[in-house]
């Protein structure tokens, strides 16, 4: 254990939270295998019966549900507990997955954006806020400047993606020697395996107080008074809209992700990795190859960040480079159209642009956490967790049905540049947001 504790960082926290944090790394890395072993061939699946607009409807169906149910499920989980909320989530998620798997009817297919929007809302910021919940209770005396969580986030991200270019290859492998249905059926079983750790290992926030606190000569805190569900419903709206940096801040991250992740990484990305690689195994081994680069690249960029004070401007210096990679992707893509360049050339091209994508978009990850584990207060951690995927679905609807219907009629260049435009917005919203005072 000392020799893990030591690569994650935490040997310096008290015993009872590096449990803690090693039983967050074993369900994050199962997360991942969950997450990235369908996510590559999902589009590609829909879309061998199923035209680009038909699964433009699907995806917004499935932000449609997770956009009404985030908030609500996020307090839940403030008023409840997290483990609640995370083992129905897994109930939900596997229902849609049985969808997948046993018809291909577009009804069906709705059903299983209905599932997974459920699922996708309760699980969304429920882990992250348990955890961050247990770090600034426990460590604000031993921890203050958040240097010792930025590394450790960092550790975990790396492992995080080193675990998501496996299951990535693995997926490939097997979507191209037998079936894609049985990366679905896989699916299921890590999340049954996830729900069954959750339900013995995950402790309330309130558990190990005494034992964390005994060795650092500190007050233990007094408990939060349970307050009912309105009430922190309340006191999440008026947290983010009370005071202009705020809203702005939590804006601009809506406007900037629900482009990037809606448009960008469902409707170009994936369909671009299979258009140059032109299999479903050589799509799996390039992203693999990325994501294990990524892994060192996390590694660096960790220790640097950590060391960084100044954190909101490397944040926005971040995101202005992600900017400058996403119209070299429009570029090369001009320049090198798939099928007039060879074969060597059609590989390193689509390398060097996940390259130089993840580098800033690592870079930023890393700033936000650090950002936003003192920004949240604990008593609304899990509402403003889930409050801010839900700002960037509330975007992401549209830009999902804009951008589907665009690329149908003008081509992915049309689609990358719809992203850098309302991604620029995106970070002028929380450049303006820094440069304003708490009130």
Same mark, same amino acid.
């Given at each position: 254990?000392?020799k ?28 991942? +295998? ?12 829909l879309? #061998? ?7 433009? /409807?699907?995806?917004s ?10 908030y ?5 989980g ?6 609640? /909320? ?11 997955n ?81 079936s ?11 999340? /049954? ?13 309130? #558990? ?15 408990? #939060? ?24 801040f939590f ?41 294990? /680069? ?42 090198l ?5 060879? +074969? ?5 091209? +689509? ?5 130089l ?6 870079l ?23 409050f ?5 679905l ?27 435009g ?18």
């Amino acid at each position: 254990m000392s020799k893990l504790n030591q690569f994650l960082q935490i040997n310096k926290l008290p015993k009872s939270l590096q449990k803690i944090s090693r039983f967050y790394v074993v369900i994050t890395m199962m997360q991942s +295998i969950a997450f990235h072993i369908t996510d590559t061939f999902l589009v590609l699946y829909l879309l #061998e019966t199923h035209t680009w607009a038909q699964v433009s /409807i699907i995806f917004s169906v499935q932000m449609v549900t997770q956009l009404i149910f985030d908030y609500p499920t996020g307090i839940l989980g403030d008023w409840i507990g997290q483990k609640k /909320i995370l083992l129905s989530a897994f109930l939900f998620l596997s229902s849609a997955n049985l969808c997948i798997l046993l018809s291909e009817s577009f009804v069906v297919y709705v059903l299983f954006g209905i599932l997974s929007g459920l699922g996708n809302s309760q699980f969304s910021g429920a882990l992250d806020a348990w955890y961050d919940s247990q770090y600034t209770r426990h460590c604000s005396q031993i921890d203050p400047s958040r240097k010792i969580y930025g590394l450790f986030q960092g550790r975990v991200y790396s492992l995080y993606l080193g675990i998501a270019g496996l299951s990535i290859l693995a997926s490939g492998l097997i979507a191209n020697n037998f079936s894609r249905q049985i990366l679905f059926i896989l699916q299921i079983t890590v999340y /049954i395996i996830m729900a069954v750790g959750i339900g013995i290992g995950l402790k309330s926030s309130s #558990e190990d107080t005494s034992e964390i606190f005994k060795n650092y000569n500190g007050k233990i805190p007094d408990q #939060e008074p349970k307050e009912n569900y309105f009430s922190i419903l309340l006191k999440g709206l008026k947290f983010v809209f009370s005071q202009k940096k705020m809203w702005l801040f939590f804006f601009g991250i809506a406007i900037y992700n629900a482009f990037l992740d809606s448009v960008w990484t469902k409707l170009i990305l994936f369909p671009l990795y299979n258009q140059y690689a032109l299999s479903d195994t050589l799509t799996g081994v390039i992203r693999w190859v990325n994501l294990t /680069i990524d892994v060192f690249l996390v590694g660096i960029l960790a220790k640097y960040s950590s060391q960084t004070q100044k954190k909101e401007m490397g944040y926005i210096l971040s995101l202005a480079g992600m900017l400058v990679c996403l119209i070299f992707v429009s570029l090369f893509y001009i320049l090198l159209p798939p099928t007039e360049i060879f +074969i060597f050339g059609r590989y390193f091209g +689509i390398w060097l642009i996940s390259l130089l994508m993840a580098t800033p978009y690592r870079l930023t990850w890393l700033f936000y956490s650090r950002i936003i584990i003192d920004l949240v207060p604990n008593q609304i951690r899990n509402s403003i967790y889930s409050f801010i995927p839900s700002l960037i679905l509330l975007l992401a609807i549209p830009a999902n049905m804009l951008g589907g219907f665009i690329i149908d009629g003008y081509g992915f260049v049309a689609g990358i540049l719809l992203v850098v435009g309302f991604a620029t917005i995106g970070v002028l919203f929380q450049l303006y947001s820094f440069k304003l005072k708490k009130t």
